[in-house]
């Protein structure tokens, strides 16, 4: 009986929780929407709120390490609540608050409480914030402003002179955050007889599928879907980016980037290079210079002296075909693929012309499917692009959408919000095409 007491108050609190949120969401709605900060009564309603969050917080907190502590096949516990919601066709929900994850069981209303790492550490596991040393806040909520400090300078004074006063210059830049999500369709015969397919969803495919879209937001060079607030830095960086020789130079790099930077008044200690797998690859085969000992620009995922993210979402490829015709004009030309059309041929390269000159001895009449890669390098220092995720994250186990299917679908919600606070801490180099 005491346990079944225990799961109740965990509900109430994530309940409580979540209300909060929502209050404070429509706060920060209601000044965007009037244009206005918030009033003295709004304030102090705020602040009573977010105090209220941290309190239950750490009330969950304490009542995941006692229920983990009584239940230690807890996770097993969870495992079986999906699979049998699944099977009788109820939908499970996996609440995600601040550091807890709560599998909250309809039949009989309880909430299994784990621990929310089992999702944020794959998720964070390889992203640009892990790579730089930089943590992924989570359980943001309302009108969060990102606090970002500059320099503030000591003072050396005489015995008795008195102190003038310092203003620490914070960078108050509203997050406005937006709803991204994923849904993975799961046959009912995979998910009955693949052994642990459910941890494997839950702990790594969800959460690395968030973590490319999150990639494709930070890195695009262009807005991604129909994105408002969620853009990267390198978005509007196309038109100014620095021109670079087909294979950049050390120098270009070095000087035309990482110095750039620096002479903004950028310190640099999160800086890191992005760019493609395969720009990196010919990087490490690239020496510094032509003279002397032979030292490649890039090694151990590191150049100049600031390390290398590496993903192809920074280099845009461009999709097109072209059918050749043989005879009096032996050319190829653009063509408009049509239902039916075979494909013969695929290449790729910087330009039509070049990734076509692979292809030696063409057929008349056959088709080729030409990507065209346009190559770019990234540089920014990531302490100004904070990003974080925002209120609850909702993990929805619904049996009911992909029915006739004899599939269920697992379907993860949550806010997201990023911000670029200092324009001049990225830079973007584009790659030229080659002769």
């Known amino acids: ?8 108050v965990v509900r109430d609190l994530i309940n409580q929780y979540q209300a909060n949120c929502d209050r404070i969401t429509e706060m920060a709605d209601l000044c965007e929407t009037e244009q206005r900060e918030r009033t003295e009564a709004e304030t102090k309603e705020y602040e009573t ?76 596991e390889g992203f640009i914030l892990d790579k730089v040393g930089l943590p992924m806040p989570t359980g943001l909520a309302g009108d969060y402003v990102w606090p ?25 830049m509203q997050a406005a955050p937006e709803r991204v999500g994923i849904a993975i369709p799961v046959t009912n015969q995979t998910l009955n007889q693949s052994a642990g397919i459910l941890e494997t969803i839950v702990r790594e495919i969800m959460p690395m ?46 000087s035309k980037m990482k110095a750039a930077v620096l002479s903004t008044g950028i310190d640099g200690e999160h800086l890191c290079w992005i760019m493609s797998k395969s720009l990196e690859a010919i990087l490490e085969g690239t020496p510094i210079n032509d003279k002397g000992v032979y030292i490649p ?6 150049m100049c002296g600031l390390p290398i993210y590496t993903t192809n979402v920074i280099s845009p490829r461009a999709v097109s ?28 390269g910087d330009s039509i012309e070049h990734a076509l000159a692979d292809i030696t001895t063409p057929a008349g009449g056959k088709i080729a ?9 990234g ?57």
């Open 379 to 435: 540089l920014g220092d990531w302490r100004y692009q904070p990003m974080g995720l925002f209120g609850t994250l909702r993990f929805i186990v619904d049996p009911y959408s992909q029915a006739r299917k004899d599939a269920v679908d697992f379907v993860l919600n949550t806010d997201y919000g990023t911000k670029t606070l200092r324009k001049e801490a990225f830079k973007l180099g584009k790659v030229a095409t080659s002769a």
């Open 1 to 8: 009986m005491p346990k079944e007491k225990k799961t109740l």
């Open 148 to 172: 970002m400090y500059e320099m503030v300078e000591a003072q050396i004074a005489g015995e008795g002179a008195s102190l003038s006063d310092t203003k620490i210059p914070f960078s108050k």
């Open 49 to 124: 709120l977010a105090r209220d969050n941290q309190l239950l917080s750490m009330k969950m907190q304490a009542a995941t390490a006692d229920h983990l502590r009584e239940n230690p096949n807890a996770r097993e516990d969870a495992i079986k609540i999906i699979r049998e919601n699944a099977t009788n066709g109820k939908k499970t929900e996996i609440i995600f608050v601040r550091d807890l994850m709560m599998v909250n069981d309809a039949a009989n209303g309880a909430i299994v409480p784990l621990n929310i790492q089992d999702i944020l550490a794959p998720l964070t």
């Open 369 to 377: 499917k030409v990507i065209v890669v346009t190559e770019y390098v």
């Open 321 to 348: 075909y072209q059918k050749y015709t043989a005879g009096t004009t032996n050319a190829w030309a653009a063509y408009a693929l049509a239902d039916g059309d075979t494909v013969t041929y695929e290449v790729s």
């Open 209 to 254: 599928s968030i973590r490319l879209l999150l990639n494709k937001i930070l890195f695009s060079t262009a807005k991604v879907n129909n994105a408002t607030n969620l853009v990267g830095p390198f978005v509007g960086l196309v038109d100014s980016a620095v021109p670079l020789s087909a294979v950049p130079k050390f120098t270009e790099l070095n």
């Open 297 to 302: 620009m890039a090694q151990n995922h590191v």
